[in-house]
């Protein structure tokens, strides 16, 4: 398999994470969403990471989608999302709110980057930085110890633990450790596991400057 994007995409990290915990070997083709736009397209009509190239030759598209076939290849017993039931409704629901954090924390950083200071529509950042805000809030009242739902690692804590390492990087100023105690341990909990350590992202693998 062939996993398509850079490690400091919270979404292209969560499917590497992914993979490294079932143990499943693959190899990356770190191409870049601005200079590698052509290349990326032709994998992914929306010019988005990850993409997910199968031994079959199939290419997946979208994160969730690709851990779906991920956690069918591994099996129940070993999935990271339980088949059904009241823990995997949770586990769902942690997932929707920490994808809709980097959503907005994405969005936040291009308004910025691709917008003189004076151009940056204020409006439009205060509502992102509420949403980020109230969705960091919300995990953390829901945060066990010391994995989200306590006592066995899912994919939320791979999801939340992703989405964490790439708000410190853009934006640390919005994750201070005082309002947020559970998901900082949560987070460097998360950040000790070999499967994290083995996909963090490299110094080139940078966003460019907007011009
Ligand atoms: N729902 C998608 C979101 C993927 C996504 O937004 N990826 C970002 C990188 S962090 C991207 O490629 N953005 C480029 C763009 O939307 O123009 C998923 O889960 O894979």
Request: charged letters at 25%; aromatic letters at 6%.
């Amino acid at each position: 398999m062939i996993l398509i994007g850079q490690y400091d995409s919270p979404f292209v990290r969560r499917v590497a994470v992914t993979l490294a915990h079932y143990h499943m070997p693959f190899t990356r083709n770190p191409l870049s969403i601005f200079g590698d736009a052509e290349k990326v397209q032709a994998l992914n009509p929306l010019l988005r990471v990850p993409a997910l190239v199968l031994e079959s030759g199939e290419t997946l598209i979208d994160s969730g989608a690709i851990l779906d076939h991920l956690d069918e290849q591994a099996g129940p017993a070993r999935a990271l999302i339980p088949p059904h039931g009241a823990e995997r409704r949770k586990i769902l629901q942690a997932m929707a709110v920490s994808t809709g954090i980097s959503e907005k924390i994405v969005a936040l950083f291009f308004e910025r980057l691709f917008h003189k200071k004076d151009a940056v529509s204020h409006t439009l950042e205060k509502r992102q930085l509420s949403q980020i805000a109230h969705g960091l809030a919300h995990l953390e009242r829901e945060c066990g110890s010391p994995w989200f739902i306590d006592s066995r690692m899912s994919q939320a804590d791979v999801t939340i633990g992703c989405m964490l390492s790439h708000l410190k990087l853009r934006m640390p100023e919005l994750f201070p450790a005082t309002k947020y105690p559970k998901l900082h341990a949560l987070s460097l909990h998360c950040e000790t596991r070999d499967e994290f350590v083995a996909c963090r992202p490299g110094e080139d693998e940078t966003v460019p400057s907007a011009s």
